[in-house]
């Protein structure tokens, strides 16, 4: 998340992006979209009508809308005479309901021409007149024309009214033959048109009208009783007595000479609710029973009035039998459903008070009706289709007698929160297939780099499929796009077989408009949650909100956080959280009562009760597991931060600015690094979590490369000298004592813009903020991007092998271009020096002991004199001084060096199958030939042993031990003693 006050960044950071069609995709921010009116339709009130009824191609139709209705996405709408449509036909040469043709306004964002406007009506009615079908939309001859497609949306297209469920909506086109349609009860436009919601209780009566476009013998039939004739007529009434409860139905028929057609309504009346308390054992959620056939439903719904279950199971329609049970505090639902397949998956939702059909919250797994088609099958292989039969767009799941997941390391130790080195990741866009095995199998590149911990950002199930994860619907399923419930856990697994933690990032301030939980209590006149929501504010309490707020204050939410806290801790085995937005859990006002004219100030201020939430979440954690990191991303008062960090938690340290401006050169106050530093920050304890890089900021080399200052033919633009800029900020930042986080790819100077295009531009404003960069594994071979992760990896090792160095005594200077920093550690001591300006500078140093110190990278001797020195260094120039001479004791924090000298090729290059892999070792050592993919996974190792200088070659084969290599972009790694070097190669 940005700084606090830039609250319009990050709401762009935020936004939803779906895989819809192309079309649907060019707006990237619709407005949430209600899954079910709220009670049954007043009257013949319908949210779209066409006139005439029975429209045919070349007919003037007048569409009429009633935004009160669907998805009330134009509900007292702003500026109501600036409503447009977008449109199009289904025709016979369409290849589904998404396959719309003949657009006349093709242009989403930018088409607001006077042929496009709607007519407003008043009371939120809208109109818009079609002339003669087949000619506006310039269909051709032989085309039969099916439906018309249409949307009314605002003018920048970010408002959209639509159907109930988030669909389009759908007009008939019909020919001359018989036709007929319900005019009552009244229908909604979907592409397979059905009756809006219908409850009628027992005892009540219900107005049937069915009419035809041609005089025809009409009767209406209830529950197999015929209750309505009409002789030559065009329409026929009713009015049906519900007398009995379950499954009713109606079917209207028409004949006219030879031709027959007939329609069908079914509804559901339910009976009085069971009261009955839930059984014992029985949690809140999904309860899997012995037997593995059976599974008992809880479901938290209080101020509701009755519940009943729709799935696989029971053919998606309503039966008494599976109306749910109410407790007696009227505050859960329970179901036993028996009678399962043990390891079948069932597809399910709820439908509430006869108004709402939904996915389960508690759900595990979310099946999606619009992402699931798009996920590739090696990365979620079998995945079960979206049933026909289910409505909306979301579903849930349940499947008994599933495969436990056997751990591997079941007693991983965590390494101390004070010396965390986490590497920040979005599976999108940090390997190319994008999935948890494509992350497992760059594990050892991450391992390799010295880091302990890695942080995932967010994998709750979030809207869409291309997104960071900031906007989650469902809080206990993994979302599919990177793959499989067990998939998560094999990462866990291998995260922890390497000694590094898993860190979960954590999105409970909000959650976004197609979660369940907001839907079920929502007040749609208003478009925000409705009052009596037991999780949600009606309004945001901060400026900086995005989503729907939770209350971190009201029992309801702090039990559901507690169960989504224990659940991944305990299912998963994660190892902690990084909280997003953590400032936000707060019911402290500092906006209007309407979430309006925010201070966002004031948000920041000290804040008691917002301590004692974190106090609360943090000791659920520690309950559930304890030794977890609970991670805040806050930026609130020193005094608040201290009181969290003294408590046990830690708090993101945005050095961002303060780092870039030094690796860009610029000297102005804030170029200095004191705030990195714990104690100078006001800190009693190491619990910052220090960073130049996250998500949320700048890249350094970016604008190293693109504001970078110079002098005289020093030009910190020029790429080789901003990434040895960055080299020299990471040796300071490494060095400063408590935890570290580094953002993917920081340590080979990424170099792409966050708000980086796809069409290689850079859009300010944020639109491509959530486009996924291209991923520059080849950088690896680049000789200046190495030398920098080869300084991160020296580093990091050191932080790692002392782990002293986490709370050592602190001595220095970062105020200026010449910085100094001085660890003391029992086991280690260690002096950091760099120059940051773009020209020569001398600076007093000041070693704590007369001795020889050794620089880190060189083994160079430095004879201290434990008084000031004076030393002069160039312009982006650093060293580290270590108090022993680690680079010639201890290998393993010595960093393999590249040397050029070291000569390997691989000859045919692009390399067939019986390729030779030549090299040249002008000295004698210990010599290895491997091959890696683009990830860094290795794929074969050959093992020459301690051999002479001279030149040779092996098969490519002898190497990979005859595996297969795919056609796609690998390199050859030759290693002697402590240096090596690389060659790239292409397999055909």
């Not at 529950?223 to 009995?244: C, F, K, P, Y």
């Not at 301590?611 to 020193?638: H, K, P």
Request: net charge negative; aromatic share 12%.
């Amino acid at each position: 998340m940005p700084k606090m006050n830039d609250n319009a960044y990050e709401k762009v950071r935020r936004q939803e992006k779906t895989s819809l069609p192309a079309w649907i995709r060019m707006f990237a921010r619709l407005s949430f979209l209600l899954i079910a009116t709220a009670g049954t339709t007043p009257g013949n009130a319908q949210l779209l009508t066409g006139s005439p009824t029975f429209p045919q191609d070349t007919s003037t139709i007048t569409i009429t809308l009633d935004a009160t209705l669907g998805n009330q996405g134009l509900l007292n709408y702003s500026d109501p005479a600036h409503v447009y449509v977008y449109t199009g036909v289904i025709t016979s040469a369409s290849t589904s309901a998404s396959d719309w043709l003949h657009l006349p306004f093709s242009n989403w964002s930018a088409d607001t021409t006077a042929a496009a406007l709607a007519t407003y009506l008043g009371n939120n009615k809208y109109q818009y007149t079609i002339h003669n079908i087949r000619s506006f939309y310039n269909v051709p001859a032989g085309e039969t024309i099916e439906k018309i497609a249409i949307l009314f949306r605002s003018a920048d297209g970010n408002t959209v009214q639509r159907n109930t469920d988030a669909s389009d909506m759908f007009l008939t086109v019909y020919t001359g033959a018989l036709a007929g349609q319900f005019t009552a009860p009244p229908f909604q436009p979907l592409y397979t048109p059905a009756p809006q919601p219908l409850s009628p209780a027992q005892g009540s009566t219900l107005p049937v009208t069915f009419v035809t476009n041609q005089a025809a013998n009409l009767q209406l039939w209830y529950n197999g009783t015929s209750v309505g004739t009409a002789t030559g007529a065009t329409s026929v009434q009713a009015t049906l007595s519900v007398a009995t409860t379950g499954n009713q139905q109606v079917i209207a028929t028409a004949s006219a000479g030879a031709t027959s057609i007939s329609d069908t309504i079914n509804f559901f009346v339910a009976g009085a609710t069971t009261i009955a308390p839930l059984p014992a054992g029985i949690q809140e959620g999904i309860n899997y029973l012995p037997g593995d056939t059976s599974v008992v439903l809880a479901f938290y719904a209080p101020l509701k009035h009755k519940v009943v279950v729709v799935g696989d199971f029971n053919n998606w329609t309503q039966n008494t039998a599976y109306q749910m049970n109410e407790t007696p505090d009227s505050n859960y639902y329970w179901i036993q459903i028996n009678g399962l397949t043990s390891g079948t998956e069932y597809a399910y939702q709820y439908v509430i008070d006869d108004s709402l059909q939904l996915a389960d919250y508690n759900t595990e797994k979310v099946l999606d009706k619009s992402v699931d088609p798009t996920i590739p099958a090696a990365t979620y292989p079998s995945l079960k289709t979206f049933p026909t039969a289910a409505k909306g767009t979301l579903a849930s799941v349940i499947q008994t007698g599933q495969t436990p997941y056997t751990w591997q390391v079941a007693d991983f130790q965590r390494p101390d929160k004070k010396g965390l080195m986490i590497y920040e990741l979005w599976l999108a866009d940090f390997t190319t297939a994008g999935n948890w095995q494509a992350l497992i199998d760059t594990l050892s590149y991450l391992k390799n780099l010295g880091v302990n911990a890695i942080e995932v950002e967010p994998i709750c199930n979030f809207e869409g499929s291309n997104s960071w994860g900031y906007n989650p619907n469902f809080y206990f399923a993994p979302d599919k796009v990177y793959g499989t419930a067990t998939d998560v856990k094999r990462f866990v697994d291998a995260c922890h077989a390497q000694g590094m933690a898993v860190i979960m990032d954590l999105v409970m301030n909000h959650s976004f408009g197609s979660s369940p939980m907001v839907q079920m209590y929502w007040n749609g006149s208003l478009g925000v949650p409705a009052a009596n929501s037991p999780w949600f504010n009606q309004y945001p309490t901060h400026g900086d909100n995005v989503g729907y707020q939770f209350n971190h204050e009201s029992p309801a939410t702090i039990a559901f956080t507690k169960r989504v806290i224990n659940y991944w801790l305990t299912n998963y085995h994660v190892d902690g959280y990084r909280w997003d937005l953590a400032k936000g859990f707060t019911q402290t006002r500092t906006c209007d009562a309407t979430g309006n004219n925010c201070d966002i100030n004031a948000w920041g201020n000290y804040d008691s009760s917002r301590v004692r939430t974190w106090d609360t979440i943090y000791n659920q954690m520690q309950a559930a597991s304890s030794g977890s990191y609970c991670i805040l991303e806050m930026f609130a008062a020193t005094n608040e931060q201290v009181d969290e960090t003294n408590a046990g938690m830690l708090v993101w340290q945005n050095m961002n600015s303060n780092y870039n401006q030094a690796t860009m050169g610029y000297s102005n106050p804030s170029w200095d690094l004191s705030g990195g530093i714990f104690s100078a920050a006001g800190y009693g304890q190491p619990g910052l979590v220090v960073y130049q890089e996250s998500h949320d900021e700048e890249r350094l080399q970016y604008k190293n490369e693109t504001y970078g200052n110079s002098s005289g033919a020093y030009n910190v633009k020029d790429t080789a000298t901003g990434l040895q800029r960055d080299a020299a900020a990471t040796a300071f930042w490494a060095m400063t004592p408590g935890p570290k986080m580094l953002t993917e790819f920081g340590e080979l100077g990424f170099d792409y813009s966050i708000n980086w295009c796809t069409n290689g531009t850079v859009d300010p404003s944020g639109s491509c903020r959530l486009t996924p960069k291209p991923i520059r594994w080849d950088y690896l071979s680049d000789t200046s991007r190495k030398k920098l992760h080869d300084v991160y990896a020296a580093m990091l090792k050191l932080r790692g092998k002392y782990s002293d160095l986490a709370t050592a005594t602190c001595t220095y200077s970062l105020g200026n271009a010449f910085k100094t920093l001085l660890l003391t550690a029992p086991d280690l001591s260690v002096m950091v020096i760099g120059n940051f300006d773009v020209v020569s500078s001398t600076g007093s140093v000041t070693f704590p002991t007369q001795a020889v110190w050794y620089e880190y990278f060189t083994g160079a001797g430095f004879q201290a004199t434990g008084s000031p020195q004076s030393i002069t260094l160039q312009p982006g120039e650093y060293r580290v001084y270590l108090s022993q001479n680690l680079s010639l004791t201890t290998p393993v924090t010595s960093v393999p060096l590249r040397d050029d000298s070291l000569l390997v090729k691989v000859v045919p290059n692009p390399a067939s199958a019986d390729a030779q892999v030549q090299f040249s070792i002008p000295d004698a050592g210990t010599t290895t030939l491997s091959v890696f993919s683009m990830t860094g996974q290795q794929l074969g190792v050959l093992n020459l042993g301690y051999i002479s200088p001279h030149t040779q070659q092996v098969t490519l084969a002898s190497i990979t031990g005859n595996a297969f290599l795919s056609p796609g972009v690998y390199w050859v790694r030759l290693g002697v003693g402590d240096r090596f070097n690389i060659c790239p190669f292409v397999k055909q």
